[in-house]
């Protein structure tokens, strides 16, 4: 149980075109997801809380207008690039919290996006 | 806010051996404390958690964490190593409070096994 999915787990895309990043829980129902974003041979940073329903709540310094966070259902939620620029490029890490309140985050397996 | 402090950024052990990684946490509040391992290119399992209770915690793959409040410290430990525990592991805090609780991670130790 607790499983995670991230499509796609690969992407390589121009500078100036979004990309769309799904995450899903494919097994239990999360009311709360979390995106994260990791560099080479760095920490996870956390980038946004998405709650379903409403809107995200981006971390210091994460433009939100950039990285938009759609949260629509209990079991998927969209993470878009939008403008990409070779910056962006980054190892991009969705996690869910389960819904029943155990404090718990199950981690996606992570989207790699290059910028060219 | 809490703060985690992975306070070795590379181990290298043989196998067969034991090892200890250790995690130290700040907080004004109390937390919820998890490690995770990362394998190449993959997102992040969980290997193990304490939320209450019990301050031995066991996990997966024979691993094993202790809670310790007074020296807020959460050490996680296997006794003996295999060739596919090489990978990178996150301890990570959460507060408890209301809402949904945010995770703060550590920088990460790289976990080494040789042969």
């Known amino acids: 149980g607790a499983v995670v999915s991230q499509h796609p787990s690969w992407v390589i895309c121009k500078s100036g075109t979004s990309v769309k990043i799904e995450c899903r829980s494919l097994d239990f129902q999360a009311t709360t997801m979390f995106w994260y974003r990791q560099f080479p041979k760095q920490s996870l940073m956390l980038m946004a809380t998405s709650n379903e329903g409403s809107k995200a709540t981006y971390e210091q310094g994460v433009e939100k207008d950039k990285f938009l966070i759609n949260h629509a259902s209990l079991t998927l939620s969209t993470l878009t690039v939008t403008s990409a620029h070779p910056e962006d490029s980054s190892f991009y890490i969705c996690?869910?919290?389960?819904?029943?309140?155990?404090?718990?985050?199950?981690f996606g397996p992570g989207t790699r996006l290059l910028v060219l | 806010a809490q703060s985690v402090t992975q306070l070795d950024s590379q181990v290298p052990v043989f196998e067969e051996a034991p090892v200890e990684l250790r995690c130290n946490y700040s907080?004004?509040?109390?937390?919820?404390l998890f490690w995770y391992v990362q394998y190449p290119n993959q997102g992040l399992q969980l290997l193990l958690k304490?939320?209450?209770?019990?301050?031995l915690v066991k996990g997966i793959n024979g691993f094993e964490a202790e809670f310790n409040k007074s020296q807020t410290s959460f050490h996680l430990r296997k006794p003996s190593v295999h060739i596919s525990d090489t990978a990178e592991y996150f301890c990570?805090?959460?507060?408890?409070?209301?809402?949904?609780?945010?995770?703060?991670f550590g920088q990460g130790t790289r976990l080494t096994i040789n042969p």
């Open positions: 304490y939320l209450s209770g019990s301050t």
């Open positions: 990570a805090v959460s507060e408890r409070l209301g809402g949904a609780q945010k995770l703060v």
């Open positions: 996690s869910a919290r389960d819904w029943t309140g155990v404090e718990t985050q199950y």
């Open positions: 907080s004004s509040v109390s937390v919820y």
